[in-house]
């Protein structure tokens, strides 16, 4: 029941691109076409689990064994980032096809600061353990998708659209998902 | 480049939210009052200042294919100290920060102007980039915050301007971070096209 | 000056001395600031103490005790003396009943339940709408106000749940969860207290339950 609760939280009620504001560049990015946003929700799903389950034991066995939570940001952050290079090569080697569909979008997750997040939102849970972690970040990959490719859905058919010359682009994109925030509103409460 | 253009670019020319889209989690995130977005604009500065200051005087030093995690590293703990003081020093403000302060260091701005400026300019240059870039980027913030309080609760800075019974209260929510912002670039952007 | 090249040496070495830099500002930092945070943290805490049971001359934080609730909540409860005499308690109380999420509150109850004074400490309730507890339940406005009201002998919930407080317009249920964590503090400290009448709270109890 709790992990069901934690899934809902994480996709609709707390999303964590439209109501926590987490991942906004590449929502905004790589949201023109629905196939590039299914590509990089691969990647984020990807990157975004493996970082909280390693996140997690460093946090554990490393920072709070010794006193130096003060450290986390740093470590994270370094930990995030060869990570991201590290599943690069090895996707590279094992798997070309996997990478031939991500690998584009790699790069671009250092800076994503929904990795980041989610990783030290997973070690605020009360009685925080490794599983509950794991469906944690998945359930925030989820959501992030659903967010990215409904967006990028809405901005194909916007392509069509006649829209005010002053609107174009950015501005129309950031209204259109400020819209979606409000439907995804619909969902608070029900938690 | 003379030293006040390299200042001033940042605030309109190449603002960090008005053209070029960095440091939109932010941006987004904590400006539902003016307050809130004024200190993050400020925390964002300083880590903005102090990165572009030590990245220009170690730049020698730094071997080309290290170059990038020896940034995060220099950022990091320029993030890590400005949390550590905050919470020192202004409690409130580091609550309703939160989690956005950490979050400082995966701010594209910030090892945007590392990479492509601080590396390649001298010392007062790059101080001069990140103060200006930094300043904008508060600015940015500091505007849409005010909107939004404004427009949500009929407030400015705390101050009462009109009874926040008459409020748009979706400003403050998460749709109107989206919804002002997208309006506040549009007309940047009719501005900038007149002038 | 020349650039340092990128041989396996240089930059393992340029890795190293970088992260023993930051890492020893850091910890050099963290030194520095460790006072003042825990300073910070006491002070808030002072504060709201001082908010909700008001003219105490003891230090409350140092006789501090806890009492686990019906519900499994760990209260934090500071005793407000006076001369040495019971004046007030401080009741750190939560909820699980919000809109999304725990409300923390602090509430102030006089030795005999009397509520003085509250304040919010944590929420995530909707910005606009059950932020307004903060403030809502103190005003003089209808049937808002709960200080000076007893949680027993008053039957704090909301009229929609047949009781005598208004609910914040539009936030029924941010506050039903606020009246319930004040029902959580009453309950947890009167039954805890032998001198002190044990709470029946069955009006009270449906009120949060619905």
Not at chain 1, 163 to 189: H, N, R, S, W, Y
Not at chain 2, 109 to 133: C, P, Q, T, Y
Not at chain 3, 118 to 126: C, M, N, S, W
Request: a neutral charge; one cysteine or more; hydrophobic letters at 50%.
């Amino acid at each position: 029941m709790e992990y069901i609760l934690i899934v809902i939280s994480a996709i609709f009620v707390n999303n964590i691109v439209l109501s926590q504001f987490l991942g906004i560049c590449p929502f905004l990015g790589v949201s023109k076409k629905i196939s590039t946003g299914i590509g990089m929700t691969g990647a984020v799903t990807f990157v975004m689990v493996i970082a909280t389950i390693v996140t997690f034991f460093i946090q554990k066995a490393i920072l709070e064994p010794f006193g130096v939570q003060y450290l986390q940001t740093i470590t994270f952050i370094l930990v995030i980032a060869s990570l991201v290079q590290l599943v690069e090569i090895i996707l590279k080697k094992v798997s070309p096809p996997l990478y031939q569909a991500l690998g584009v979008f790699l790069p671009l997750i250092t800076t994503n600061c929904a990795i980041l997040g989610v990783a030290i939102l997973a070690l605020k849970l009360e009685d925080t353990n490794i599983v509950k972690s794991v469906i944690f970040a998945i359930s925030h990959a989820i959501g992030f998708g659903l967010a990215l490719i409904t967006f990028a859905g809405i901005r194909e058919q916007l392509d069509l659209m006649d829209i005010p010359k002053g609107m174009k682009g950015t501005p129309i994109a950031l209204i259109v998902a400020g819209l979606l925030a409000l439907a995804f509103m619909g969902f608070a409460g029900i938690v | 480049m003379n030293q006040w253009n390299n200042f001033s670019k940042g605030f309109f020319k190449e603002n960090a939210v008005f053209t070029l889209l960095l440091g939109m989690c932010p941006t987004l995130g904590v400006t539902s009052s003016a307050i809130d977005g004024l200190g993050m604009g400020l925390a964002t500065t300083f880590v903005l200042v102090m990165s572009n200051l030590v990245v220009a005087l170690i730049k020698n030093f730094i071997p080309d294919k290290v170059r990038i995690p020896s940034f995060i590293v220099v950022i990091a703990t320029f993030v890590t100290i400005v949390e550590m003081t905050m919470q020192a020093y202004v409690p409130a403000l580091f609550d309703s920060l939160g989690l956005f302060i950490p979050l400082i260091v995966v701010n594209c701005l910030v090892l945007g102007r590392a990479e492509a400026f601080a590396s390649k300019n001298n010392l007062g240059s790059s101080i001069v980039d990140g103060l200006g870039m930094g300043l904008g980027f508060a600015m940015a913030l500091t505007m849409l915050g005010s909107i939004r309080e404004l427009l949500g609760s009929g407030k400015l800075f705390g101050t009462a301007i009109y009874p926040e019974d008459y409020g748009m209260l979706v400003f403050v929510l998460a749709p109107g971070a989206f919804i002002a912002l997208g309006y506040l670039i549009a007309f940047i952007n009719q501005v900038k096209k007149e002038a | 000056m020349a650039k340092t090249e990128s041989t396996l040496k240089n930059m393992v070495l340029t890795l190293l001395v970088i992260t023993c830099v930051a890492g020893a500002s850091l910890g050099f930092m963290y030194e520095l600031t460790k006072g003042p945070i825990e300073a910070a943290k006491a002070a808030k805490q002072q504060a709201a103490i001082k908010e909700v049971v008001p003219g105490f001359d003891n230090n409350p934080g140092d006789e501090m005790y806890e009492l686990t609730s019906d519900e499994g909540f760990v209260l934090k409860l500071f005793p407000a003396k006076k001369g040495g005499e019971l004046i007030g308690v401080a009741i750190e109380t939560q909820t699980n009943k919000g809109f999304s999420g725990n409300i923390k509150v602090m509430v102030g109850l006089k030795p005999d339940g009397t509520i003085i004074n509250y304040q919010v400490l944590e929420h995530k309730e909707t910005p606009g709408l059950g932020t307004k507890m903060a403030d809502w339940f103190k005003t003089d406005k209808g049937n808002q106000n709960i200080l000076g009201k007893h949680p027993k002998s008053n039957n704090l919930t909301v009229s929609k749940d047949g009781g005598e407080v208004d609910a914040i317009t539009a936030a029924t249920i941010s506050s039903r969860a606020f009246l319930d964590a004040i029902r959580v503090a009453y309950d947890t400290y009167s039954k805890n207290q032998g001198s002190q009448p044990v709470a029946s709270n069955t009006s009270v109890e449906e009120g949060g339950a619905q």
